[in-house]
């Protein structure tokens, strides 16, 4: 990779100490106390082998692993390794596991999940547990085609997120008018009520193309739907319910390159505080929040 040139720094390193107390976090540490920009990382950690101690064999599969909730930054980041690993080593397959990490188990990405940084663990399905921690964890235990199709699958979506534009702003701020300073949510049902109506904030990148919108349903783990929008900053999707779809959007280069999704959030702890009133069924009227 070091023979071609990205818009953004891609940094390899590895951690001695992971075994004595996820070293890593000093450098997940570091990275926050000096405001690093880190939008992905990919943690790979016993990728080695393809045939488990009890003889089950895994060769086509790849396991990523990223910690809640469902549009975490994690698991926004393992949503793309999914598309983009699959579309250029199409030979493979990746399975996302829809938890931190396997049963009881731990790995450096933790320390910058923490940190807040969206970060994921690629592992083999096929563990020999015999062999972890011990003077048999040896290279003639490992399968160098499996490892091999491994490094590809990083390569791809490390590329990928390397040469696209970052993903889209949102919950963007008013900035004139008598609204200013005003935040304009992301996903709203616009004027009539009835429509999907998403905002987000222009990139400044050098050739941006413009942006997509991608969509699912609440029940289904990967994106299902995606609507080329262009270069636009809002889009309106009519009569169309927001309660039971999970919406993002992406920006996207004129090269193809695509961002990763910024995913529309639920609020945390939202204050219900406009007052509506219902129908009068009783002797008074009530009063809920909105």
Known sequence: MSQHQYAKTIIFIAFAGEEVGLDGKAYAAMAKQKKMQIEAVLNNDIIGSDVSGNGRTANGVLRVFAAGPEDSPARTLQRYAKQFAERYVPSMQVEMVFRGDRFQRGGDRTSFITQGYAAVRFTTPTEN?????????????????????????????????????????????????????????????????????????????????????????TTAPDWEREIWVGNVTSYTMPDLSIDDIVFGVSAVDKDGNQSLVAPYLEPVNQRLTTPVTLPVTGPASQTAAK
């Not at 062999?131 to 003639?140: E, S, V």
């Not at 499996?146 to 997120?161: E, G, I, K, P």
């Not at 009520?193 to 987000?200: F, I, K, L, P, T």
């Open 129 to 217: 547990f015999a062999n972890q921690h011990t003077a048999t964890d040896t290279f003639d235990h490992t399968s160098a085609p499996y490892t091999t199709r491994v490094a590809r699958m990083n390569a791809a979506v490390l590329a990928s997120l390397a040469l696209a534009p970052p993903p889209p702003a949102t919950n963007v701020e008013i900035m004139s008018g008598e609204r200013k300073g005003d935040r304009v949510p992301m996903l709203t049902r616009g004027k009539s009520g009835y429509d999907a109506v998403m905002r987000w904030v222009e990139d400044k990148w050098p050739n941006l193309a413009g942006y997509s919108i991608v969509m699912r349903a």
